[in-house]
């Protein structure tokens, strides 16, 4: 079993920007693929980016430019850097693990928080 902190939800102004980050349990995140989404109000869930345990990274077109993700192994750590804030980024934020590369989806999931993009 697999469990993911996510740091704190916050709100910010917009232009702003925010680190959002995610501490996995386990002994083998270095091969986990490791992912950011989020939920605006009434809308689907949504994929924002994904480092995975190949090296390889991508990010939404929504948010290419403003966003970068990165991990670190030794802290089993991933981090979401979100700069340029936008009231359309408010949203419930997710990481998310998916432990086996055979899965087409993730398979464990951060609690969420919220963040808050102010005009």
């Known amino acids: 079993h697999v469990q993911l902190v996510e740091s704190g939800g916050r709100l910010v102004q917009a232009g702003g920007s925010l680190r959002r980050s995610c501490a996995a349990s386990?002994?083998?995140?270095?091969?986990?693929?490791m992912g950011w989404f989020r939920q605006a109000p009434g809308k689907e869930r949504e994929f924002v980016a994904a480092f995975r345990s190949s090296g390889s990274t991508n990010v939404a077109d929504s948010v290419k430019g403003r966003f970068t993700i990165s991990r670190d192994n030794a802290k089993n750590t991933v981090y979401l850097q979100m700069n340029t804030l936008k009231p359309d980024d408010t949203a419930v934020y997710y990481c998310a693990a998916r432990t086996d590369y055979r899965l087409r989806d993730y398979n464990y999931w951060g609690q969420g928080t919220q963040v808050t993009v102010s005009s």
């Open positions: 386990g002994r083998t995140f270095s091969s986990f693929d």
